[in-house]
Nanobody, 120 residues
């Protein structure tokens, strides 16, 4: 089970930290990813963190998004800085990586329900 939280309405330039709490066996899987989907757009990967702590980001969010994990809490975080209106989306975390491209949504088996981020 994956449960996201932390989404809310914020002003341009602000910051947010999203959380994703995972059940034990899901958390221990090799990759956990953060994805977002804006209305009318495809779901896109914004951050991935592996069990060894290595991270990946698309160029579009590098420098503003930071993914981290707290193994003691089975929780993955997504820090978003300098928020822009284009960041408005439902944000999801995912696990159960199937191999291949780590930022591709179709490579993940388990998904949370999402948390809404609105930037104005």
């Amino acid at each position: 089970q994956l449960v996201e939280s932390g989404g809310r309405s914020v002003q341009t330039g602000g910051s947010l930290r999203l959380s994703c709490a995972a059940s034990g066996y899901i958390y221990k899987m090799s990759c956990m990813g953060w994805f977002r989907q804006a209305p009318g757009k495809e779901r896109e990967g914004v951050a991935v963190i592996k069990s060894d702590g290595s991270t990946s980001y698309p160029d579009s969010v590098k420098g503003r998004f930071t993914v981290s994990r707290d193994d003691a809490k089975n929780t993955v975080y997504l820090q978003i800085d300098r928020l822009q209106p284009d960041d408005t989306a439902m944000y999801y975390c995912a696990s159960g990586f199937l191999g291949g491209a780590t930022l591709a949504p179709d490579r993940y088996k388990y998904w949370g329900q999402g948390t809404q981020v609105t930037v104005s």
